[in-house]
């Protein structure tokens, strides 16, 4: 049963929307949130793997909103306090995104013969998408930014959400075009690997696939929430924000830690060669690691071999 008072809801000076927010549920994602943080933390310790960090944020932002919002709650005439938990719920995802580009140009790099979809190389192919998705980060801050705070007049409000959900429609976009060359690099792979090397890139593919759909499933609620403004139906009923957002990302960190890339891209020799071991051997001759024993010719050989030699680690880009 509801409680007959509730200061989020019922206090004039409340920066909440019209009903009355639980504790419980985010003191649940609270400590779900710090799960997946700890759990991303040691992953990325164990298998040495630098840009996990990426996938740390989105979890730690998770995590910080619902502790703000607990706060929040508790203290609900505070703005700083709402504004917190409503900027970092809103970008957290991009993390997840930019991950997500990182994770699949080193695949691209492990399990193709040219190292490369469409000409790109793997190590511009993650860094070209990670600087789309800071574009859309940048878009979606100002957004949320104007968008929230006290004493804004519902003009000033609704020109913030709008740019917001530019931003998201950004990043919708550049999800939409990377799907395309994920499925490149998908019938690549399974040209260059053998059927019996398959399984393991495979399934953490699908995962990149599933992390793709969850952050447009989310796309999709934020844009429909905000269509009409901040005082909306969907907005009074947090639920759905439990679900089609917060449980949608939780789930999207959580097959990271399942099928973590550093378990099935092993050992120092998978990550990106340095910019210095690429040019030691020229940069016309960096193959894919599914290339190792498949170029004959004396020259491209001994180059993957030089290569593999010289490679002292990758970059965390």
Partial sequence: ???????????????????????????????????????????????RKGYSWVVAMSALWQFLAYAFRIVSIKNPTKTSWYSAWFILILLAPLWINAYVYMVLGRMVYNYTKSAKILGVKAWRFGLTFVGLDIVAFIVQVIGAASASGSNKSHTAIMRGLHVYMGGVGLQQLFIIIFFGLAILFHREMNRDLPKASRPRPLTLLYVVYSALALVTVRIIFRLVEYSGGLDTGISAHEAYQYVFDSTAMLIALALFNVVHPGRIMLGKESNFPSRKDRKAVGKDHVWGRAGQNSHTTDENSQSWVNLDRVQSKGSNV
């Fill in 1 to 47: 049963m509801a409680p007959s008072y509730c200061a989020a809801r019922d206090d004039p000076d409340s920066k909440w929307p019209n009903f009355c927010p639980s504790t419980a549920a985010a003191y649940l994602y609270c400590i779900l949130f710090a799960l997946t943080l700890i759990a991303h933390i040691t992953q990325s310790i164990i298998y």
